[in-house]
């Protein structure tokens, strides 16, 4: 039987009915069916329960169905997201402007082929840049397509370009940046400049898109409201919203703060639980914990040290007034570095040499020593190392905004309820000469269970890090140190809903006795089949350091069968190095035991990453 037959008979109508339908349909075109469709679904929405027409009753703009506004007349909004910030953007710019009556196709670059923008005429894209310049893995194949030789000439094109990402890394918004230049190139007119969002989002986007819609509106709104196009993805969230969000964080009692490091241990790594009882704040695994916290008074006196400024100092920025202590200990960014601010610096340094010496850092061709700058150094190693003249106003208006600081969520909900963790390294350091401290790990390892505390924080959503909706597909899960975090929360998961897919955890640390964070809980995990092989590689325990990836090498046969049988590849953790070794020993597995070549084993792995099952949560 035809699926049209199917289609037919399952239909709620007469013989008769059908017959007539089937004769109609038949003599259509496509435009006429789609036309049919819209009709069909507006008159259904014109009844009421007594199945009288209801004349004045409007056909609901969100009927699903293909439209059938002209590509002039349409926008198309593009993301490529790691963390799902993009996404969650793109989302609520579709439904801003679905409600003012712009008929919007909204897409992810995973799902968009370039030479699709030949039918565009309106282009809306936002896409982030993580690590050292790498842009999403979603993206990776649409700039690809974007930057070859036979990319389509885009005249026709009018476009606008949001770029997401952290300014404490040398190649900030680089990803952005070059889509816009690319797109321009290829004979795309701009709509407005390209924006560069740091980790303050809304400080750049928001004015962008209020400069933004207004021209949009212009170019796209119809008399009659535009219908939501068949591809726009589903705006619903995961849970049913909470009152509680990233600017108004909920203040979670503090329930536990354990060690999960031996006393001694090179690095000081903690169990944290927080109470959301009667917060109705919901959270999947693979979900982020937003942690709002204040800068350590050491780093804050250090600073004040460093530039001679007085801490009791009234300072107005950011339409507010508050003392200067108060700036640096709760609304500014003081242990990472940004390129804006060593520019600023080297304004007002002292000294000639010293000016030269940042000025050379900043140069495009010293990208890894910038990189290398910003890794092991904080705001107060600049204010020592090269001596400057900085005003109160002038630095309080300079520094970055502090933002939440995001952790992997530990726990399943399934399990845990009205509780969530998670697992975070405590920073805290020497180097050249003075003590370095991390904002939000001491902020949280400093809390005493004991006693009453309470901490602001939010769900960060992330749903490009999600378990297989199928769960009967197994999952392999890399995550060293405390990259462990999320995979707490997937076993825990996979246990409680029963799940038949085959669980395999790949960790790594320094040592064995004192760094095998949950060591109990996996243990358990394995006898009571719930986690069906556990992997293990400890650098320091042995002459040769072994690191995760030489585990996933000694272990490539059998991983690539998993691979093969339609398991999912998850990797959580630093994507400075670790990342990047766990990738290159994918790429030789696949080659070595799929008798690919390295070109098809890289296309291998694409594949992956467009069927969504290479995920990864790297920072």
């Known amino acids: 039987m035809s699926a049209n037959a199917r289609i037919m008979q399952l239909a709620p109508l007469s013989e008769e009915q059908t017959l007539q339908l089937q004769q109609l349909t038949d003599t259509l075109d496509a435009r006429s069916l789609h036309w049919l469709a819209g009709y069909a679904v507006g008159r259904a929405h014109a009844l009421d329960l007594t199945g009288e027409v209801q004349l004045d009753v409007p056909i609901s703009p969100q009927a699903d169905i293909p439209p059938l506004t002209s590509p002039a007349r349409r926008l198309t909004i593009l993301y490529g997201s790691q963390t799902g910030n993009g996404q969650a953007l793109a989302e609520q710019y579709a439904q801003q402007l679905q409600a003012a009556g712009i008929s919007v196709q909204l897409s992810n670059m995973l799902d968009f082929k370039v030479r699709q923008l030949q039918d565009e005429h309106n282009?809306?894209?936002?896409?982030?840049?993580?690590?050292?310049?790498?842009?999403?893995?979603?993206?990776?194949?649409?700039?690809?397509?974007?930057?070859?030789?036979?990319?389509?000439?885009?005249?026709?094109?009018?476009?606008?370009?949001?770029?997401?990402?952290?300014?404490?890394?040398?190649?900030?918004?680089?990803?952005?940046?070059?889509?816009?230049?690319?797109?321009?190139?290829?004979?795309?007119?701009?709509?407005?400049?390209?924006?560069?969002?740091?980790?303050?989002?809304?400080?750049?986007?928001?004015?962008?898109?209020?400069?933004?819609?207004?021209?949009?509106?212009?170019?796209?709104?119809?008399?009659?409201?535009?219908?939501?196009?068949?591809?726009?993805?589903?705006?619903?969230?995961?849970?049913?919203?909470?009152?509680?969000?990233?600017?108004?964080?909920?203040?979670?009692?503090?329930?536990?703060?354990?060690?999960?490091?031996?006393?001694?241990?090179?690095?000081?790594?903690?169990?944290?639980?927080?109470?959301?009882?009667?917060?109705?704040?919901?959270?999947?695994?693979?979900?982020?914990?937003?942690?709002?916290?204040?800068?350590?008074?050491?780093?804050?006196?250090?600073?004040?040290?460093?530039?001679?400024?007085?801490?009791?100092?009234?300072?107005?920025?950011?339409?507010?007034?508050?003392?200067?202590v108060d700036w640096l200990s709760g609304q500014r960014e003081l242990t990472l570095l940004s390129r804006p601010l060593l520019r600023a610096h080297a304004e007002r340094v002292i000294s000639s040499g010293d000016r030269q010496a940042i000025e050379d850092l900043l140069a495009d061709d010293q990208r890894q020593k910038l990189s290398d700058l910003f890794a092991t150094h904080q705001v107060v190693d600049v204010l020592r190392r090269w001596p400057a003249d900085w005003s109160a106003e002038a630095l309080v208006n300079q520094l970055r905004p502090l933002t939440p600081r995001m952790y992997s969520i530990a726990s399943s909900q399934a399990v845990t309820e009205d509780e969530v963790h998670t697992t975070l390294a405590r920073v805290a350091y020497s180097a050249h000469g003075h003590a370095h401290w991390g904002a939000a790990s001491n902020y949280l390892a400093n809390l005493d269970a004991r006693e009453q505390h309470s901490v602001p924080i939010f769900i960060d959503r992330n749903p490009r890090f999600r378990l297989p909706e199928d769960t009967s597909r197994d999952i392999i899960m890399v995550g060293p140190g405390t990259g462990i975090a999320p995979f707490r929360a997937f076993v825990q998961h996979r246990a409680a809903t029963q799940a038949s897919g085959r669980n395999w955890l790949f960790f790594g640390a320094q040592h064995f006795k004192s760094q095998f964070l949950y060591q109990l809980e996996w243990m358990r995990a394995l006898k009571n089949n719930q986690l069906q092989r556990l992997d293990l590689a400890f650098s320091r325990d042995q002459q040769q350091k072994i690191y995760v990836q030489h585990r996933l090498l000694e272990q490539g046969k059998a991983l690539y069968d998993w691979l093969e049988n339609g398991a999912y590849f998850y990797l959580c953790g630093d994507a400075r190095y670790m990342a990047k070794d766990v990738d290159a020993a994918l790429h030789r597995i696949v080659a070595r035991h799929g008798g690919k070549s390295a070109e098809q084993a890289a296309e291998y792995i694409r594949n992956l990453t467009r069927e969504k099952r290479l995920l990864k949560d790297v920072y």
């Open 123 to 324: 282009l809306l894209l936002i896409v982030s840049t993580h690590g050292d310049g790498d842009p999403p893995d979603d993206a990776i194949d649409f700039i690809e397509q974007l930057n070859a030789k036979k990319a389509p000439r885009l005249n026709h094109l009018s476009y606008a370009v949001l770029a997401l990402g952290d300014s404490s890394y040398p190649d900030f918004c680089v990803t952005g940046q070059r889509i816009d230049a690319r797109l321009a190139e290829l004979g795309g007119q701009r709509l407005t400049e390209c924006a560069l969002a740091d980790l303050d989002i809304d400080a750049v986007a928001q004015p962008w898109w209020e400069d933004l819609q207004p021209k949009l509106k212009q170019r796209l709104v119809d008399d009659q409201p535009a219908a939501a196009d068949s591809n726009v993805t589903p705006l619903r969230p995961d849970n049913p919203p909470s009152s509680y969000v990233r600017n108004n964080p909920y203040p979670a009692e503090l329930l536990t703060n354990q060690p999960i490091t031996a006393a001694g241990a090179d690095k000081d790594i903690r169990h944290i639980e927080l109470d959301l009882a009667d917060s109705g704040l919901r959270y999947e695994p693979g979900d982020a914990l937003g942690v709002w916290a204040s800068n350590p008074e050491p780093v804050v006196n250090d600073v004040l040290a460093a530039t001679g400024l007085n801490g009791a100092q009234p300072v107005s920025a950011d339409n507010a007034e508050h003392l200067l």
